[in-house]
């Protein structure tokens, strides 16, 4: 789902519904608040494909996010930077 800067958070700019396949278990939504320049960056990343282990290259990954001034997190959890 895309939503643009000022756009009601309840509205959406696809027609598709999301639903829950299995109403007794919960649903779980993934969303990412991002700059429009990096849109691309996200783009790029879905279209990178898992090797055998199914995971990404970390070499990939590390590229792409040079093409867009990104650099990795610092080792460690997120609640340890915070």
Known sequence: MLRHAGQDPGTSTTSR???N???????ALLLSVTPQRYVGYF?????LRP???GLLDPA????LMARYATVPAAPGRASDRQ
């Open 21 to 27: 396949a299995d109403a007794d278990q919960p649903a």
């Open 17 to 19: 519904d999301a639903t």
């Open 51 to 53: 090797g055998p282990d």
């Open 60 to 63: 990939e990954i590390i590229e």
């Open 43 to 47: 783009r790029d990343l879905q279209r």
